[in-house]
């Protein structure tokens, strides 16, 4: 699903941000990525989404090599990917389900469609019965269940998430990472971006470590308890 080969990033001003990072996502696999902050994490996932285009190195994103992709064909790309951020970048004063459909409004979908495929989404999410709230209105937990919703609405085989329980308690968190591993069971490949070492300890998932820009460990970072 994401295979990097010696991917280096060096932002203007020389500084390095990636340093020959070499790892494969496989397809229907579930991973974290964690480091301190400002060791990599969201510039390797913006390499990914195209947001950022890598210095050095080779990048295969579901079968394409995107490494030296053409821009006109990064949004065709990026349909693929659903992208998930702490803060959620909701239009807080928008319906749940307008905002669930942001992305099929953008591509050019009938409104039954988008209605349809939107209810189906919340439904995956847990938030049948909240389409016609405003964000604004909702919990914090709850808000990050719409901006996922919205981020699988197209059902993108990879997802990939940005400190997406940075602003939820422990309990909410964990609810949010049970609905990573049902999307996952659905079998979509699911990358998480994650400074949270106890969240992590919790789940039983292969853990890629940024330090520096360098990837310093891939593997399990501790068994699951009983
Ligand atoms: N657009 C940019 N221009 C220059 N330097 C950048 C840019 N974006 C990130 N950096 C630098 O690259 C390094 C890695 O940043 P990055 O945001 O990828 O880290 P991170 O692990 O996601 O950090 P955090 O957990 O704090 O979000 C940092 O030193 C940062 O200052």
Not at 32 to 42: A, E, N, R, V
């Amino acid at each position: 699903m994401i295979l990097f080969e010696e991917v280096s990033k060096i932002y203007a001003g020389e500084h390095a941000a990636l340093k020959q990072v070499d790892f494969h996502l496989k397809q229907g696999e579930m991973a974290f990525l964690t480091g301190h902050s400002g060791s990599g994490k969201s510039t390797l996932l913006k390499l990914i989404s195209l947001m950022e285009r890598p210095t050095t190195g080779r990048m295969v994103l579901n079968g394409n090599d995107i490494s030296n992709i053409k821009g006109d064909d990064i949004p065709y790309l990026r349909r693929h990917i659903g992208m998930i951020f702490q803060d959620h970048r909701l239009l807080m004063h928008r319906s749940v389900l307008e905002n669930v459909g942001l992305p099929l409004l953008i591509e050019g979908y009938s409104r039954y469609e988008i209605k349809r495929r939107s209810l189906a989404a919340l439904e995956k999410v847990g938030l049948m019965g909240k389409e016609d709230f405003a964000p604004i209105n909702l919990s914090g937990g709850e808000q990050q269940r719409v901006g996922i919703a919205r981020a699988i609405i197209n059902q993108p085989p990879l997802l990939l998430a940005d400190e997406p329980t940075g602003n939820l308690d422990p309990k909410l968190s964990l609810e949010i990472l049970s609905l990573f591993e049902s999307l996952n069971e659905y079998g979509m490949s699911v990358l998480i971006a994650t400074h949270d070492l106890g969240l992590i300890a919790k789940m039983r998932y292969r853990t890629l470590t940024l330090k520096d820009g360098e990837m310093i460990n891939d593997g399990l970072m501790r068994e699951r308890n009983g």
